[in-house]
Antibody, heavy 121, light 107 residues
Framework: QVQLVESGGGVVQPGGSLRLSCAASGFIFSNYGMHWVRQAPGKGLEWVSFISSDGSKKYYADFVKGRITISRDKSMNTVYLEMNSLRGEDTAVYYC??????????????WGQGTPVTVSS | EIVLTQSPDFQSVTPREKVTITCRASQSIDSLLHWYQQKPGQSPKLLFQ???QSLSGVPSRFSGSGSGTDFTLTINSLEAEDAATYYC?????????FGGGTKVEIK
């Protein structure tokens, strides 16, 4: 069965950095684009970033552009989110999500359990 | 950016009542609208793709409809297990956006 397991979250000071990881299993990783979606405490869902199946296309939400880099390692079946210059408003649970179609339809059929990121001094 | 406006924000409903959630897009998104259910403490779950195509395992009391700018998620005969927050999501154009969510509470 499809499993997405995030890790790497934690408490970081404003201006700090974190690298989130998402280990995927149960499907052919190299066939699917992957996304990160976040949810601030008590708030709704926000799409953050996408990487295509082959890693050639990367998209970012405006609120993270220039501060975040998405990448993937096909040998490890893992997608990463490198976050820099973190701000208080980046505090959220970060979910890894699998694209629902092999042609990158940009919606999500499986989600991980999320990893919490807290930006605070 | 395409803005999705969901209504209502919150609904308290008696079991077996009908629930209607609407999602309005700020411009036409064809049928590139998807619905998720998020129960407390859980990750979201995809219910409907392309406005009206239900995913396997979604109870038949759920239905989705609409195209263009106006979409509806309907729950006929609400059950206790349907207590959750429901989100619409558009994939017509970047950035991919979500509605603000509709929390459904069981009375």
């Amino acid at each position: 069965q499809v499993q997405l397991v995030e890790s790497g979250g934690g408490v970081v000071q404003p201006g700090g950095s974190l690298r989130l990881s998402c280990a995927a299993s149960g499907f052919i990783f190299s066939n699917y684009g992957m996304h990160w979606v976040r949810q601030a405490p008590g708030k709704g869902l926000e799409w953050v970033s996408f990487i295509s199946s082959d890693g050639s296309k990367k998209y970012y939400a405006d609120f993270v552009k220039g501060r975040i880099t998405i990448s993937r390692d096909k040998s490890m079946n893992t997608v990463y989110l490198e976050m820099n210059s973190l701000r208080g408003e980046d505090t959220a649970v970060y979910y890894c999500a699998k694209d629902a179609q092999t042609w990158s339809a940009y919606y999500f059929d499986y989600w991980g359990q999320g990893t919490p990121v807290t930006v605070s001094s | 950016e395409i803005v999705l406006t969901q209504s209502p924000d919150f609904q308290s409903v008696t079991p077996r009542e009908k629930v209607t959630i609407t999602c309005r897009a700020s411009q036409s998104i064809d049928s590139l609208l998807h619905w998720y259910q998020q129960k407390p403490g859980q990750s979201p779950k995809l219910l409907f793709q392309y406005a009206s195509q239900s995913l396997s395992g979604v109870p038949s009391r759920f239905s989705g409809s609409g195209s263009g700018t106006d979409f509806t998620l309907t729950i006929n005969s609400l059950e206790a297990e349907d207590a959750a927050t429901y989100y619409c999501h558009q994939t017509k154009s970047l950035p991919f956006t979500f509605g603000g969510g509709t929390k459904v509470e069981i009375k």
